[in-house]
């Protein structure tokens, strides 16, 4: 896999097709050996922007540091799903060091619950603001934004563990009207909690992250961009993702295997 200045993670929040069935590629074991994050937090502390050019998220040493997880679908779907009960046994069979609740409008309090589950199992947390449909983030269904930000800022900005990705995939609307949401929403962050990770979605469901190579935000510290692939549909996108990622830093808040639909694969 890719291991420049991108941090992958694996998984979808988006809405998906209704699969198919399929068989793993040869040379995949059907059944691996348990892997135990648990506690990784502890090791690596709070992250940061570091190393050449301040494109690499660094632990609190100043060491690059790779988080793999696993997403949520949309946290009003499938509730049952998403326990401290889950998350634990993907942290301690999976390994996974990142859990990303995909938080559409109205499920901040169900976020909240999985934050502190991912703090008392030791791992890294993203809150994403879940922007998908209607994709302009400045649409008046995300009328709440600066005010979810404020809460989650306020009741969060002490926390080693957490990271804001602030619109998902902004869709149908051209950067700047996206860039103009993004200074808007830090600005509101930063005002309480000046360090975190904040990660910003990029035109195209969050493939274009030349736009924003080119334009870069207002406050760029400690900020990074999205990038979502899907091998199914986005391979020819991978020269363009090496290619910025000299420039920007950027975070893959979503990956798979599949379509981006999510039918189909393993590709």
Known sequence: SYTGSCNWQNGGGGGGGSGSSCSMPTGVPSDPPAVDNTGFVGCHGKLSLGGPGGLQLVDENGEAVRLMGMSSHGLQWFPNCYSKESIQYLVEHWGITLFRAATYVGMGSKAKDIVQWCKELGIYVIIDYHVLNPGDPNDPAYSGAESFWRDMATQFKGEKHVLYEIANEPNGVTWPTIKAYHNRIIAAIRALDT?????????????????????????????????????????????????????????????????????GGPF
């Open 195 to 263: 360090e975190t990770i904040i990660i910003c979605g990029t035109p195209t469901w969050s493939q274009e992250v030349d736009k924003a190579a080119a334009d870069p935000v207002a406050q760029p510290h400690n900020v990074m961009y999205t990038f979502h692939f899907y091998a199914g549909s986005h391979v020819a996108l991978i020269p363009n993702l090496v290619k910025y990622s000299s420039q920007i830093p950027i975070f893959v808040t979503e990956w798979g295997t599949s379509y981006a639909t999510g039918d």
